[in-house]
């Protein structure tokens, strides 16, 4: 319980803590490289990502990072638990933002904080605001950002990968930018597992070679998917048996 209180009210305090620079990283310089301001950016949720996975006592290995290219990239990942986000902020160097669900753009100071770093909000309610969603995450990655999806749409809570859906590969697709899956472990034995409780787990963050856009221009959506979701379980698998 201890746990759970100590995260929630970082979470809180912290996000009332950078309102201020919040405001800074809103007025940059214009000379600085859009790289450089991305990095500065990220700087704030990295230590806040960093710091919120230490109050949980879990341990965070990570392996692959060679693997993520220069540039824009598309990250996928499996979709454990709500730890997941936290998670990968802390464990990649790279920039990126991520889909998340619109009712999250009523939550003050966090929401202003995905803005900033270019997260794309969707509502799956509404398919002609989700399909703007989508053509907006795909000119984002065509202007240089990284975005993460969850193929999987909602959590698995530890069970089996479950099945890809093929509607945010057309993110990859309309902007040919890299691939890059991404394997979670151990974030549903934080929180999901545990009676909603926080406690303390073994987290692996396993990333596989990235698979570009002549690799994958001639696939269709659907089978995309489906090459990208083989590509996480099998290095699951692979590392369970390394470990």
């Known amino acids: 319980m201890?746990?759970?209180?100590?995260?929630?009210?970082?979470?809180?305090?912290?996000l009332i803590y950078t309102i201020p620079r919040l405001s800074r990283l809103k007025r940059l310089p214009d000379d600085l490289?859009?790289?450089?301001k991305k990095q500065l950016i990220h700087e704030t949720p990295k230590k806040w990502s960093k710091t919120f996975m230490a109050l949980t006592g879990s341990q965070i290995e990570v392996d692959g990072l060679q693997h993520i290219p220069e540039g824009p990239v598309l990250i996928a990942s499996n979709h454990e638990?709500?730890?997941d986000i936290p998670v990968l902020i802390g464990a990649l160097e790279k920039p990126f933002g991520f889909i998340a669900k619109v009712e999250i753009k009523k939550v003050p100071v966090l929401s202003a904080w995905m803005e900033a770093i270019n997260c794309v909000f969707i509502d799956r309610k509404n398919r002609e605001k989700s399909t703007d969603s989508i053509m907006a995450g795909v000119e984002l990655l065509k202007n240089g950002n990284s975005l993460v999806i969850f193929p999987e749409g909602t959590r698995s809570k530890g069970g089996p990968v479950g099945l890809f859906k093929a509607g945010g590969f057309r993110l990859a697709k309309d902007s040919g930018v890299p691939i890059v899956p991404i394997s979670i472990q151990?974030?549903?034995?934080?929180?999901e597992k545990n009676g909603?409780?926080?406690?303390?787990?073994?987290?692996?963050?396993?990333?596989?070679?990235?698979?570009?856009?002549?690799?994958y221009k001639d696939k269709d959506p659907i089978s995309l998917a489906e090459e990208i979701r083989e590509v996480?379980?099998?290095?699951?698998n692979a590392k369970r048996i390394a470990s």
């Open 2 to 14: 201890l746990r759970l209180i100590a995260c929630f009210l970082y979470m809180g305090g912290y």
């Open 186 to 191: 151990g974030t549903a034995d934080v929180f």
């Open 33 to 36: 490289t859009p790289d450089s």
């Open 81 to 83: 638990g709500n730890f």
């Open 196 to 215: 909603r409780l926080v406690k303390p787990a073994k987290i692996k963050v396993i990333i596989s070679p990235p698979v570009y856009s002549r690799q």
């Open 232 to 236: 996480i379980i099998q290095s699951r």
